[in-house]
């Protein structure tokens, strides 16, 4: 099986994140909720993940570094818990619904006023449009790092400059960046940055968290147990306490934190490298198909997605033919959780991993499988995917 849909997931994990999981399953107890052994070792591990993930992004502050199940939960408690009634709020069109729907429900249940920054045909903003939009009482800026669907990527610097010389929050929703671009909160200006642990970081699912910047107020979307200030009527003002209730994900952290680990030692400008080499020779072969149409922007940086349509096809029966008849996994459905698409596509999203490929058979006569046919060999000839067949995973290759 020939995977390539690691922007939804990465399926292969270095093996020291698994065998972090297993150990901490046989050994962890329940951070903060006690002062035995196993939980003071549960409460280390997961500040040593919280260490890790502050000098990978270059939060100041350790204890800034929130936990929370995943990329659309931190932004939710981003959202919720910087905008009120009386703010407007900046974003773009670019945006995945976990920017867009807690923005939508802000807008409808709380008064907030939304504006966004079109995109023009190639998926691209005009980084103007973020200075126009601002109002008297424009509180922040929401935007993502890089596009899930076209791989677009916005100057988080040029955004961040606007939003410090207007005095705005900046929020950015790192879910297709965390891991395979080099984030520097500081040198970039952001004041809240919203990560995934399953996707370029490599962790297990249910893991992602959120770092958040000195001076920055955040109003706790849950409130509950803590194991701290157990008498008090309201949640601990404290962080990471103040937004981490209930019994943390310490398996998936300890995971997360092996992964962070990989991540540092191998360094995110050869990921990013790597992963760039291997999208750009796929684009060029499938970009000089008949019939295939491309999405996004490639004459600049961006995250290592291809999204792409064959003629009038639906993507779901292209993605199925791809997995039925020749086992390789893609991203199918509508494009209309993206304010800039509204085509249904499929997207072939670049591994971190490759092999040795291997002949598929021949296309069919129709036309669905005359079209498909050369974008297998590109996908073959590129080698750009690890072999599922193999009872190892193969080591990387950076």
Do not use: W
Not at 157 to 182: F, S
Not at 382 to 398: A, G, M, Y
């Amino acid at each position: 099986m020939i995977y390539l849909d690691n922007a939804s997931t990465t399926l292969i994990k270095p093996p020291q994140v698994a065998q972090a999981v297993l150990t901490a399953m046989q050994s962890l107890g329940n951070t903060a909720r006690g002062a035995h052994g196993y939980s003071l070792d549960a409460a280390g591990t997961v500040y040593e993940a919280r260490e890790k993930l502050a000098k990978l992004f270059n939060c100041k502050r350790a204890d800034h570094v929130v936990f929370t199940a995943n990329v659309t939960q931190a932004l939710n408690i981003a959202i919720t818990g910087v905008l009120k009634k009386g703010d407007h709020v900046i974003s773009s069109d670019l945006e995945h619904n976990s920017v867009l729907r807690p923005l939508y429900r802000m807008q409808t249940e709380q008064g907030v006023a939304v504006d966004f920054v079109p995109a023009d045909a190639r998926g691209n903003v005009n980084y103007a449009d973020f200075q126009r939009l601002i109002k008297p009482n424009t509180k922040a800026i929401v935007c993502t790092h890089a596009s899930n669907l076209t791989g677009n990527m916005i100057d988080i610097q040029r955004v961040g400059e606007i939003a410090r010389n207007n005095n705005l929050l900046l929020i950015v929703d790192a879910a297709q960046t965390a891991g395979t671009k080099a984030i520097d909160m500081q040198k970039l200006g952001i004041d809240i940055l919203c990560f995934t642990g399953h996707k370029g970081l490599m962790g297990p699912q249910g893991t992602g968290g959120m770092c958040i910047a000195e001076g920055v107020d955040i109003r706790p979307l849950i409130v509950g147990g803590t194991g701290v200030q157990t008498y008090s009527k309201a949640q601990p003002d404290r962080l990471p306490t103040l937004l981490e209730a209930g019994t943390l994900n310490g398996h998936g952290i300890a995971g997360l934190s092996a992964a962070v680990d990989y991540i540092s030692e191998v360094g995110t400008e050869r990921i990013a490298s790597k992963e760039a080499s291997l999208m750009r020779r796929f684009y060029d072969g499938v970009n000089r198909i008949d019939d295939v149409t491309v999405y996004g922007d490639f004459s600049r940086d961006r995250a290592a997605i291809v999204a792409l349509n064959i003629g009038a096809s639906d993507s779901g029966e292209v993605a199925d033919t791809l997995f039925e008849q020749y086992g390789i996994a893609v991203r199918a459905g509508s494009a209309r959780g993206n304010r800039a698409l509204s085509d249904s596509v499929f997207r072939i999203l670049t591994p971190r991993k490759k092999s040795t490929g291997r002949s598929l058979p021949c296309a069919r006569s129709r036309r669905i499988f005359a079209v498909t046919n050369p974008l297998l060999k590109y996908i073959c000839q590129t080698k750009i995917c690890t072999d599922f067949k193999t009872t190892e995973p193969q080591e990387e290759t950076l």
